[in-house]
């Protein structure tokens, strides 16, 4: 089944990083407040990683040498 109406993208208009601990351990907080609202992503470090990876990935499209 295919979407037929696509949704406006988010667009970040600020961003901020955090840690919490707990007692599994720390958790990264990634809160990025939006033209939609405000989005927290908790992180341990695979997903941080992954983050960072398609971030990566996505800046070497943006801008390639």
Known sequence: MKRKDKAA???PT???VSTVE???GTV???SIQTTEGLLDIALDEY???AILKAVS???AKLNPT
């Open 47 to 49: 997903a941080a990683d």
């Open 14 to 16: 600020e961003i901020h």
């Open 57 to 59: 990935s996505i800046k």
């Open 22 to 24: 707990d007692d599994k």
């Open 28 to 30: 990264g907080i990634l």
């Open 9 to 11: 993208p988010f667009v």
